[in-house]
């Protein structure tokens, strides 16, 4: 029988400029929480900019759920973290981010994934 996984880490890195992977990511991560699994999802790359009031609303995919909705839900029940390196390149501070976000980097990244139990996806 499959071990059911304590905690689900999920790292999109794409955005805008590949909207399926990017849709794909998030999707993953709602239906997870949903479905009561310790849900930690990590903005990095293009995402980074999902981070940003307003920013998930000029999300655009036919046949997809709204980005806002999304992340709506998987903060109800999991974590949003924007990537350090990522949020710095692209001149965005722990004030600018949307309610519920925080900035971390690869020492925190690692320490989520490595414990027993934990399944990742990189999208």
Known sequence: MAQTAHKLVIKVTAGSDAPERCSQAFTVASVAVASGVNVSLWLTGESAWFALPGRAAEFQLPHAAPLPELIEAISTGGTITLCTQCAARRGIKEEDVIDGVRIAGA?????????????????
């Open 107 to 123: 020492q925190v990244f690692v320490s989520e994934i490595l414990p027993d139990g934990v399944r990742s996806l990189v999208y």
